[in-house]
Every structure is written in structure tokens, then in C-alpha cells.
């Protein structure tokens, strides 16, 4: 793999967002894309910094990709492998603080993990242990370093050594794992087998070994994931129309869908959105 480039782009808007605190005082959020050579694996670089007046709550509906994530609060660092999670994330900010971390494309960390994707779901664990004492220094280094461009550059350096090449039969899921997150027609686990060309035993053990979650729960997440983004609207869509629109059967299971991973009910969170937009 080549160098780095030295010329950053920013990453598109983030979704699945729940809920994002309204905090005094400064929060910070960066999304840095990857050098060319790291495109196949790596979605994105993150950067959170905060000093808050007071302490807030995010919220949100991850993607199924793993993070490896570097924070430091206060004197405290830690240095950690989060896997995919089957459901929501939802964290208290408070004081100052700084995160780092690095977003990994569904099914691209396979290949350093070296063994099947469901090993890590539902965990986080110390980055010695899965990327060993290289991935120990290199958390050192990135703690050591002031700027997120510095930052960046040892992360990927780091990378670069690492990585081999994505396995086809990876780069296959990889890109269907993100079709389903735009693509309305994949609303069926049927279909994503049939868009890669498998048949359904197939499709689960892949998802099992590169992604850690079955694809009926990556076809769910990204339901709602597109469900929160149109609740969230100035003039949300009926629950009826919502419901149909996204392949549900009738307005009844998309509301119990909705509550059981999200925590509240549509008509819920639709409240709770515009309350905290009549207090921006």
C-alpha cells in the first residue's frame, strides 16, 4: 500500500442519530475519510471533542461496523476494539474530554481479527488483545499526538503494515452490507441473498463470519435508521405511510420494531424531537 495522502476530505453526514444533547459549552465533531489505499476498509476517522457545562446524553442506532476507539477524559485513556452491537448505543458526556476513533467498513476488520465477526459482537475489548503490542504502540502514539491530521497519519501508518488484502468473497458483503442502507428494494432477507447470488444458509453463515450479525438485523437497522431520519423532519410522514413505505406489513409492527430497539415509541420520539427543537 502507498503512502497517505496528505489532502483530507470530510465524510458525508452521520446517521442514525437518536439523540444529540443541546450542551453549554463546546462539542466538536469530525469525520475525516480515509486515504485511497485504506478506502477498501476503513469508512471513516472520527474525532469528538467536548467541554461541557454541564453533563449531556447521545444517543444513537450504530451501523454494523466495527470501531476501534481511543478516549481520553480527564487523566484517564482508554484504548479499546468495539464490535457491532445489536442495539442502541447511548453515552453520557461530561467535563472535557476526546475520543478518537476509527470506523471500519461492514466486514473489512475480518481480516485482523482473524477469526469469525461474531466474536466480537456485543463486545468491547482492550486494542492489546485483539491487534496485539503494534496496536498498543500505536494508541500511545495517537494519544501523544496534539493535532487529528497527526492523528490520522499514525493510525493509517499503522494500517497500511497490517492489512492484506480484502478476500472477494469479504469485498462482496462488505458492499452489500452498505446497498441495504439506501437501497428500499432489499427490504427482504430473500432479497439479499438473491443480490448475492447465494442461497439463505449461505447468506447467514457469511454475515456470521465477516459481519457478526445476521442480515435480518442489518435489513432492521437500516429500516430505522431511515425511519428516525424522516421522524426527525419539520413535517414528519404518517406512521401509516411510514410503515408501508419502509416494507412493513401494517403501522402496528413498525411501532413495536421501533420501541424495542429504539427505546420509545414513533410518536415518542417524534415528540421528544420537537421538543428539543423548540429549545435550540
Not at 47 to 66: G, I, K
Not at 267 to 274: C, I, K, N
Request: charged share 25%; aromatic share 6%; net charge positive.
Amino acid at each position: 500500500m502507498g503512502n497517505a495522502s496528505s489532502a483530507r476530505h470530510a465524510a458525508g453526514p452521520p446517521r442514525g442519530i437518536l439523540r444529540r444533547g443541546q450542551p453549554g459549552g463546546k462539542n466538536e465533531h469530525e469525520r475525516i475519510l480515509p486515504s485511497p489505499a485504506l478506502a477498501p476498509f476503513v469508512a471513516h476517522f472520527w474525532s469528538v471533542r467536548w467541554a461541557l457545562e454541564a453533563p449531556v446524553v447521545v444517543e444513537t442506532l450504530p451501523h454494523p461496523s466495527v470501531h476501534v476507539v481511543l478516549e481520553e477524559h480527564g487523566r484517564r485513556r482508554r484504548a479499546e476494539v468495539a464490535g457491532v452491537g445489536t442495539g442502541r448505543f447511548v453515552r453520557q458526556l461530561a467535563g472535557e474530554g476526546h475520543v478518537f476513533g476509527i470506523k471500519f467498513r461492514p466486514g473489512a476488520f475480518r481480516v485482523l481479527l482473524g477469526a469469525p465477526m461474531t466474536n466480537l459482537t456485543d463486545r468491547v475489548v482492550p486494542i492489546g488483545e485483539v491487534l496485539g503490542r503494534e496496536g498498543k504502540r500505536m494508541a500511545r502514539a495517537v494519544f501523544s499526538a496534539a493535532e487529528l491530521e497527526a492523528k490520522i497519519a499514525i493510525a493509517e501508518s499503522f494500517l497500511e503494515r497490517c492489512l492484506s488484502p480484502l478476500p472477494l468473497e469479504i469485498e462482496r458483503v462488505r458492499d452489500l452490507v452498505e446497498r441495504m442502507a439506501t437501497d428500499r428494494s432489499l427490504l427482504r432477507v430473500e432479497q439479499a441473498a438473491s443480490a448475492l447470488d447465494v442461497d439463505l444458509r449461505t447468506l447467514q453463515r457469511r454475515f456470521r463470519q465477516y459481519v457478526g450479525v445476521s442480515p435480518k438485523s442489518v435489513i432492521l437497522r437500516y429500516r430505522l435508521h431511515e425511519a428516525a431520519e424522516r421522524l426527525k423532519a419539520p413535517k414528519p410522514p404518517s406512521l401509516a405511510v411510514l410503515a408501508a413505505e419502509l416494507g412493513y406489513a401494517d403501522q402496528a409492527h413498525f411501532a413495536r420494531e421501533f420501541k424495542t430497539v429504539v427505546g420509545r415509541t414513533p410518536r415518542r420520539f417524534v415528540a421528544m424531537e420537537g421538543d428539543g427543537a423548540s429549545k435550540k
